[in-house]
């Protein structure tokens, strides 16, 4: 009985091992953005507008206009409808502040001190009172433009 088994494990294993190249051939893929000429000195100067830009957006809860600040790449692979279900309500933006940014060819990491308060219900997101914390933000130069990339440390907004 159990050699038996240990047959049909071999050949399962066997039958997901040749299959797996097959089935990855046939997805649909997104491809990735083309990452375009380097950014120029007046390129990082429009960082800041695009940072403050997205940030105004969360705390005026404007998650539509939020979203459009995503990579070309990331807008292919989750429509607006999967962004909107993973964006919380339980959370109210005050304010956001750039600290300090960092660039790497078309790469910008870009630190922001947020403001925020929990919005639980019943009022039991008062007990925290006004928190902040800086958080890690991953900016890409993508078709002349910077867009916000959603592999990031903070993971608030």
């Known amino acids: 009985m159990i050699k038996i088994r240990r047959l049909l494990v071999s050949f399962a294993t066997l039958f997901l091992i040749s299959t797996l190249p097959v089935a990855c051939e046939n997805n649909p893929r997104v491809e990735p953005d083309v990452l375009t000429a380097m950014p120029t000195p007046a390129d990082f100067a429009k960082l800041d507008s695009r940072v403050l830009g997205r940030w105004e957006a969360l705390i005026d809860k404007d998650f539509e206009q939020a979203y459009g600040y995503f990579s070309p790449a990331y807008r292919k692979l989750f429509p607006l409808r999967h962004y909107l279900s993973r964006t919380g309500s339980s959370v109210n933006w005050l304010s956001a502040n750039i600290k300090d940014s960092q660039y790497e060819g078309a790469r910008a990491e870009v630190r922001v001190e947020v403001n925020y308060k929990l919005d639980f219900p019943m009022g039991q997101g008062d007990d925290f009172g006004e928190i902040s914390k ?9 078709d002349g433009q910077w867009w916000y990339s959603s ?3 903070g993971k608030l907004g």
């Not at 800086?134 to 993508?142: A, N, R, T």
């Open 151 to 153: 592999d990031n440390d």
């Open 134 to 142: 800086v958080l890690k933000e991953i900016w890409l130069w993508v």
